[in-house]
């Protein structure tokens, strides 16, 4: 018998845990998307933000504390259930909510996002092109789609050492960067910008699973000194990861 989808993100998600305090923009795990989030919004605030496949709320919960209106939603109903518990241990139930799939789509109906954020989650979906015509219907004129993905090009790819990876977290396709322009022109988006992030020395923590123990070591300068190692590894063996700045066409 086929699991139904959540049901494979609950299991996904089920190391979440409630979050205590907000991430910090140096985080490890996150300090790519944050660098590529400041350049964008300039620290901007009281904007409408969608947390698209938001998982335990760790974007979400950041920029509602920062004076955003924020929606998240996941297709886990699991780990929605925790991002609201960690909204409310955060007191930030007023600037948040949380929403599973269905539910926020029904939700957010003629809302209308400054920002929409889609950070490694399309290539979970059966059909990229949809969810992007999703997007562009729910974009303000002026806003930004800021989304992330694995690349083709990533060298552990290359070489066979993510398929165990793309099937356990559920991973549909990669891309490269001319691909995801093309999708996204049919949805009626533009690329405006986009970066080659994470080279094979970063990946390689987030693939091969004994070397993840090691990321909660990553702060401060080492996390500093991993992450410029890590750089110069992408003009040489290939970007592991595509960031793209899109808006309405």
């Given at each position: 018998m086929m699991i139904p989808k959540y049901k494979f993100y609950d299991l996904f998600h089920k190391s979440s845990s409630l979050q205590t305090k907000l991430v910090s923009e140096k985080n490890f795990t996150y300090r790519i998307v944050f660098s590529i989030l400041n350049q964008v919004l300039r620290n901007k605030n009281n904007l409408d933000i969608l947390d698209f496949g938001c998982?335990?709320?760790?974007?979400?919960?950041?920029?509602?504390?920062?004076?955003?209106n924020v929606v998240g939603i996941?297709?886990?109903?699991k780990v929605?259930?925790?991002a609201k518990a960690s909204a409310s241990r955060l007191?930030?139930?007023k600037e948040l909510n949380f929403f599973t799939l269905n539910e926020g789509k029904r939700k957010i109906k003629g809302q209308r996002f400054d920002l929409i954020l889609c950070i490694e989650v399309l290539e979970h979906i059966k059909n990229d092109e949809v969810l992007l015509r999703f997007f562009s219907s729910h974009l303000k004129k002026s806003g930004y789609l800021i989304l992330s993905t694995p690349s083709k090009n990533a060298p552990l790819y290359k070489i066979g050492l993510t398929k165990n990876f793309d099937k356990r977290v559920g991973h549909l396709r990669r891309y490269n960067l001319k691909s995801l322009e093309k999708v996204f022109l049919r949805a009626n988006l533009k690329v405006k910008d986009s970066k080659k992030t994470e080279g094979i020395i970063r990946?390689?923590?987030f693939v091969i699973p004994f070397l993840g123990r090691f990321i909660k070591f990553l702060?401060?300068?080492?996390s500093d000194l991993f992450t410029f190692l890590d750089q110069l590894t992408i003009p040489l063996l290939g970007e592991s990861d595509i960031f793209v700045v899109a808006q309405k066409k």
């Open positions: 998982g335990s709320g760790t974007l979400s919960l950041y920029f509602a504390s920062k004076g955003n996941d297709i886990s109903p929605i259930r925790t007191d930030l139930r990946n390689s923590l702060k401060g300068p080492l």
